[in-house]
């Protein structure tokens, strides 16, 4: 199985900041990752697929970067909303498997 | 709009057998653009993959639950499901369904709200 590693696993952070995380593969995945918002109660939701390409309704404030084993999803200016737990996925074989996720809260 | 909905019991005993059932609503199940896939995530903890479907009923289970899993559709009636047998308190979670996209985007983009599971006597 791929295993996916995030970091980190916790963030303290302030509403305006840029924040980033990483997520790092045991081994290349080439662009096959996911990036998923998760708030208290709810399902996940996608933010970006093939590592960087952004969904559709999804704010510009959200990037993602990378391929092979290493990837980060950024957030160029935290806002209130965004304070949620957030994972990353790789689609490149199965099993599919998540990272162990990355809670932001606010500081 | 497409929407996916989780049905089921809430509670199962241990030894016996969990079944779902996620109803797909504003599309069709029947599209060789899509998998349909179930994901779970124990009160805490993190997102586990289970396992996909496609609608022509090929199925890929991860390895972990694959010897007590099994995930089937129906397309007459817009539906998948899961069934897994022998359950422990291990497989208490929230379970998800959601859509798999081919292509664009290619991810799980459609979930439906999710189901909470208890296992206990």
């Known amino acids: 199985d791929i295993q996916l590693t995030q970091s980190p696993s916790f963030l303290s952070a302030s509403v305006g900041d840029r924040v980033t995380i990483t997520c790092r593969a045991s081994?290349?995945?080439?662009?096959?990752l996911a990036w998923y918002q998760q708030k208290p109660g709810k399902a996940p939701k996608l933010l970006v697929y093939?590592?960087?390409t952004l969904q559709s309704g999804v704010p510009s404030r959200f990037s993602g970067s990378g391929s092979g084993a290493e990837f980060t999803l950024t957030i160029s200016s935290l806002q209130p909303e965004d304070f949620a737990t957030y994972y990353c996925?790789?689609?490149?074989?199965?099993?599919?498997?998540f990272g162990q996720g990355t809670k932001l809260e606010i500081k | 709009q497409l929407q996916l909905q989780e049905s089921g019991p809430g509670l199962v005993k241990p030894s016996e057998t969990l079944s779902l059932t996620c109803t797909v609503s504003?599309?069709?199940?029947?599209?060789?653009?899509?998998?349909w896939g179930w994901i779970r995530q124990p009160p805490g903890k993190g997102l586990e993959w289970i396992g996909n479907?496609?609608?022509?009923?090929?199925?890929y289970y991860n390895p972990s639950l694959k010897s007590r899993l099994t995930v089937s559709v129906d397309t007459s009636k817009n539906q998948f499901s899961l069934r897994l047998s022998s359950v422990t308190a291990a497989d208490t979670a929230v379970y998800y369904c959601?859509?798999?996209?081919?292509?664009?985007?290619?991810?799980?983009?459609?979930w439906g709200q999710g189901t909470m599971v208890t296992v206990s006597s």
């Open positions: 093939a590592a960087s």
């Open positions: 996925q790789q689609l490149n074989s199965y099993p599919y498997t």
């Open positions: 479907i496609y609608y022509r009923g090929s199925t």
């Open positions: 504003g599309g069709s199940i029947y599209s060789s653009r899509y998998y």
């Open positions: 959601a859509r798999r996209t081919m292509g664009a985007p290619d991810a799980f983009d459609v």
């Open positions: 081994q290349g995945i080439s662009s096959y």
